[in-house]
């Protein structure tokens, strides 16, 4: 069964939806669409009709890319009130074997939240550490080992259900299976994993339009985030304060013309734009890029005092994503803030955005759980696969086209 995932991102500015395949460890991108939010504010639905508007023309724009219907979907929810502690289960290994299989690796981590997790929570994450067979043998890939008793420790994750259920029941209402849901930063953090950030304490930053999320991994382990309260739609609001325009010239004044740093910027490049008093005004460069790079500043900060209260522990990396870090000279400031921070690009053909990271990620995240449970999965049926595929399709070519008069060339002579 080939393995084909949907991922949902829900923002305040869009929706994104990416649908991928994991072949041979590589994720190929075969749908990459967003389309403005509506009745969403920081992620959370606070109009269900409108939402769900959104949330079909984005299932519709996807479908039209893929050419199939798409009825089953991971969701990135609020990072909002997230909690995490430690636990352990373990089950008894009981085959004919007595080979761990999947079922039991499962059973495993079943135990360890079993009546831990209280009514009014919802798992976004449960994440081991480490399992112990026999409770002497550590590995990270119990599959296929012996053993008579399985035991894991894990990382659980949990935000309120306020978090989760707005959006699900939403996408019921559009036939969509939420088959797992978890935060952003994961998604984020598996979108930029590697050999060496995999050992190490780190932070992953996400950079939003209404909000900035801060998380902290340990060895790949999720063990803190926050959430603040501020990002791109702060640096609108600072654009057309200061020019008295409105949202959609500032918009573009963030996008097209202002760097992210002002060092570069030109005093000689400049834009016409009317302000709300219908007056025309000339706003250079280097004034629009100066009111961007003191708003980024301002936020940065936030976020490098929120990364020493998540952890004591001495950070190897930092990472910031999202759709703001797409600003020209990005980096420059990242750099002059962090000095060893990265900004993370998303470099999958065919999701060649920073706003698609979390989404992008999140496809990796679930395969990475699937693997770990030996579990097959897609959200196409064998038909439809065959279908993606083009087996069995009779490609009709018309003789009169440039095509079939080719064809005719060939094959009736």
Excluded: W
Excluded at 224 to 248: A, T
Excluded at 305 to 326: A, D, F, M, P, R
């Amino acid at each position: 069964m080939r393995r084909i995932i949907a991922s949902l991102d829900i923002g305040n500015h869009t929706i994104k939806l990416v649908v991928g395949e994991i072949v041979r460890n590589k994720l190929n991108i075969l749908a990459c669409v967003d389309t403005p939010s509506r009745g969403i504010k920081k992620g959370f639905v606070i109009n269900s009709e409108s939402a769900i508007e959104a949330l079909d023309d984005v299932f519709k724009k996807g479908e039209e890319q893929i050419g199939l219907k798409i009825t089953k979907v991971i969701v990135s929810v609020p990072a909002n009130d997230l909690e995490c502690f430690l636990s352990e289960g373990y089950t008894s290994v009981n085959n004919e074997t007595g080979l761990v299989a999947s079922s039991d690796i499962i059973r495993s981590m079943q135990s360890a939240v079993y009546n831990k997790v209280m009514e009014t929570r919802e798992i976004v994450a449960l994440l081991p550490t480490k399992f112990l067979l026999d409770d002497s043998i550590v590995t990270d890939s119990p599959l296929h080992m012996h053993a008579e008793k399985l035991k894991v420790k894990v990382v659980v994750g949990t935000v309120p259900k306020k978090n989760v259920n707005g959006i699900v029941k939403c996408l019921e209402k559009l036939g969509v299976t939420v088959v797992d849901v978890t935060i952003g930063s994961m998604g984020d953090y598996y979108e930029f994993k590697n050999s060496k950030n995999s050992t190490e304490v780190g932070a992953v930053v996400n950079i939003g339009a209404s909000k900035s999320t801060v998380a902290i991994f340990n060895k790949g382990i999720l063990t803190g985030c926050e959430v603040i309260d501020m990002g791109g739609d702060s640096i609108d609001y600072d654009l057309g304060y200061v020019y008295k325009i409105n949202r959609k010239d500032a918009m573009y004044l963030k996008e097209s013309i202002a760097l992210a740093d002002k060092t570069n910027a030109r005093p000689s490049e400049s834009v016409i734009l009317e302000n709300k008093n219908g007056d025309k005004i000339k706003v250079n460069q280097f004034d629009a890029s100066e009111i961007v790079m003191g708003r980024l500043e301002e936020l940065l900060n936030l976020i490098k005092k929120q990364i020493n209260l998540l952890t004591k522990k001495e950070i190897s990396y930092i990472i910031v994503t999202g759709g703001v870090t797409e600003m020209a000279d990005f980096k420059n400031i990242v750099n002059y803030i962090f000095n060893d921070a990265y900004v993370g690009n998303v470099t999958e053909i065919g999701a060649r955005h920073n706003k698609f990271a979390t989404c992008v990620g999140l496809i990796k995240y679930y395969d990475s759980r699937l693997t770990l449970r030996n579990r097959d999965f897609s959200i196409f049926d064998i038909e439809e696969q065959e279908e993606l595929s083009g087996i069995h399709k009779k490609v009709n070519i018309n003789e009169d086209s440039l095509l079939g008069k080719l064809f005719g060339y060939f094959f009736d002579n």
